[in-house]
């Protein structure tokens, strides 16, 4: 039984920044990359179900971006797994979730994959979007937001719990092949040993194009997005008033306006 | 004629609030778009909710009776796919729920649609749909068009439309969906841990922590602080799954709304907007983070640019 668990390397915002010259995206200079968290916890649930069930489980990590993001694929390959896949072409840049899920869902079928693994989210735009999509591409059984995991190999359906809101949990029965996506604290996320680290660079990273999957320039990037961004905005100024000075003041000063609201309650 | 649809949702026989808040949305649109508002509900007791939806401003209500009691991803997504073929809406409206997340994008996929998730505002230019959401953590917004698409599928933030309290007389009738397979299956519900030896709901004065402090030993010095000053500790979801707090003091969409709160202080925490849902409508939110970008400072009243290490320090010395 074969696990894909499609991984994205997030951007994180200098404190200061500018954007790209045509104003649809902030300029790549003041760009910090990391894996996303959500995904650390998916690939946490992949080693788990390996370590449970053996090498009956092959766990495959994916990314879909340009030769940085192998960061994110090896800092997976130093916990476990044998090889890593990364597609990128510069056809792909601006691609949106919708695109991405594309990708994902080509390269599921090429490996034969028999379950997806995505994270719920992602943190830099928070788009939800691309595991569910990726199910809809391959035509699977998909559940979102999963908090729990309980798998038998080559079984017919799997149990999981999603996550509702305000903490409330449903419990169902999915049918394999699936894709889950999956939540924050479903798992803790163990550390990469040096060991591990060093042995995940001689690790092979297959790089394809789009084209290598079967697809054309007319289904990734802005022409095959189903969004597209018009322009990025710096949102309005919050009302906050900001309390300066040393720590000393501004302790002071936070302590004076907590007594007196305090006092209004 | 144009219409705008609305994907009204239902949990265990509750209309979901932010449903009507998709419908505020459709309203304030219909104008702007030209276009009616249809509301469809799918449920096993579809018909039960016609009432709750027949607000001012919406032109028809559609029932869909689902096979099923519980949300069932393959469901929503054929019976929603097989609505639009048959209505051709150019907006499809669906809050951004957790069970939305579970078929709103595959419905995009398999129905060639436009698709943007937590949008929070929706305005046509030219007669050209565009969507704001966010982007870079909050930090940044960005605004979204959907050119050569006859649909397109928004999920909506939850408190941002206002809700419609006028009831109309919108037209009732009811859709058949197609039978297809669903390959979920309901188990159980599982309900959240019991309330523990607090209820954050109620508290009026909260010092909430998040991951700025780092380490679980760190935890007691801001739960002393807390103490000596008559407020009740609450965290970010990162503390409560990391086991350093009980989950029942955990704030935002997946723990509790601090519903009675009037005052909040947010100490490392960066205001995601899951952490928002629960304590966004707090009058006083005093946010003290290191980070001048972060979105809890969007939100705050007062804004401490610190750590929060130094001003814990310095705040025990007035409130001993
Ligand atoms: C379905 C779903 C449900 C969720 N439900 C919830 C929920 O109910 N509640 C919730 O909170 N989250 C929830 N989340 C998670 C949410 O997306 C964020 O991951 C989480 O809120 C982040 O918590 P945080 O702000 O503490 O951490 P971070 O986002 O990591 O922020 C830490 C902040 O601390 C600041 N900081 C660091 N060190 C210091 C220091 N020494 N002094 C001052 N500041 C410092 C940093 O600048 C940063 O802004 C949910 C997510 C999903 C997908």
């Known amino acids: 039984m074969k696990i894909l668990v499609p991984v994205k390397q997030v951007a994180v915002l200098d404190e200061d920044f500018e954007l790209r010259d045509d104003g649809k995206d902030v300029d790549v200079d003041f760009l910090d990359y990391e894996l996303n968290e959500w995904d650390d916890f998916a690939w946490e649930a992949a080693l788990q179900l390996q370590e449970q069930h053996g090498d009956v489980i092959e766990i495959v990590p994916m990314t879909v971006g340009p030769e940085e993001a192998s960061d994110s694929l090896l800092k997976c390959l130093g916990k476990g797994g044998e090889r890593a896949i990364r597609v990128w072409h510069e056809s792909l840049q601006d691609s949106d979730p919708a695109v991405i899920a594309r990708v994902i869902a080509k390269v599921a079928q090429r490996e034969q994959a028999d379950m997806v693994f995505a994270g719920t989210l992602a943190s830099d735009h928070g788009y939800s979007q691309t595991g569910v999509s990726v199910a809809a591409e391959l035509n699977w059984a998909k559940a979102a937001v999963v908090s729990k995991v309980n798998i038998s190999p080559n079984a017919s359906c799997i149990q999981v719990n999603r996550e509702l809101e305000g903490g409330l949990e449903e419990s169902i029965e999915v049918q394999c092949p699936a894709v889950l996506t999956i939540q924050l604290g479903i798992n803790e996320p163990r550390y990469a040993s040096l060991r591990g680290i060093k042995q995940a660079k001689a690790k092979p990273i297959e790089v394809l194009s789009h084209t290598d999957l079967g697809l054309q320039d007319s289904d990734v990037g802005i022409a095959g997005s189903r969004s597209r961004v018009r322009r990025m905005v710096m949102p309005a100024k919050g009302q906050a008033e900001l309390i300066e000075g040393s720590v000393v003041e501004q302790a002071a000063r936070l302590a004076d306006i907590v007594k007196q609201l305090r006092g209004g309650v | 004629m144009n219409s705008i649809l609305v994907i009204a949702e239902q949990r265990r026989g509750e209309l979901m609030p932010s449903s009507l808040e998709c419908i505020g949305a459709a309203v304030e649109l219909k104008s702007s778009n030209n276009s009616t508002v249809i509301v469809a509900i799918i449920a096993a007791n579809a018909s039960e909710f016609v009432s709750q939806l027949s607000l001012e401003g919406v032109d028809e209500v559609i029932t869909i009776v689902s096979p099923v009691a519980h949300f069932q991803a393959d469901f929503s997504e054929a019976a929603a796919l097989s609505l639009i073929n048959d209505r051709q809406p150019s907006l499809v409206l669906a809050p951004h729920s957790v069970d939305a997340w579970g078929y709103i994008p595959a419905l995009a996929t398999t129905g060639n649609y436009g698709i943007a998730s937590d949008v929070f505002a929706i305005r046509y230019e030219d007669g050209n749909l565009i969507a704001t959401r966010a982007a870079y953590a909050e930090k940044l917004h960005q605004e979204l068009e959907f050119p050569s698409y006859a649909t397109t599928v928004l999920t909506v933030r939850g408190n941002t439309f206002k809700v419609i309290e006028q009831s109309g007389n919108p037209v009732v009738s009811d859709f058949a969906a197609p039978a297809v397979d669903l390959r979920t299956k309901h188990i159980e519900y599982i ?14 004065l909260m010092l909430s922590i998040g991951r700025g402090i780092a380490e679980e030993d760190n935890v007691e010095q801001f739960a002393e602080l807390a ?54 409508h707090v009058a006083n939110i005093i946010a003290v983070n290191t980070d001048p970008e972060a979105s809890i400072f969007s939100i705050a009243r007062y804004g401490v640019v610190a750590d929060i290490f130094d001003i814990a320090e310095e705040l025990e010395t007035h409130f001993e």
Not at chain 2, 193 to 203: F, M, N, P, R, Y
Not at chain 2, 239 to 251: E, S, T
């Open chain 2, 227 to 280: 103490d000596n000053m008559g407020f009740t500790l609450g965290c970010s979801r990162p503390i409560a799954d990391n086991g350093w707090l009980p989950k029942y003091r955990q704030v935002g969409q997946s723990g509790k709304t601090v519903a009675n709160c009037q005052v909040y202080i947010a100490m490392g925490i960066s205001g995601s907007v899951q952490h928002m849902a629960g304590m966004k």
């Open chain 2, 191 to 204: 309900e959240p841990e019991g309330g523990g030896e607090v209820d954050i709901t109620q508290a009026e």
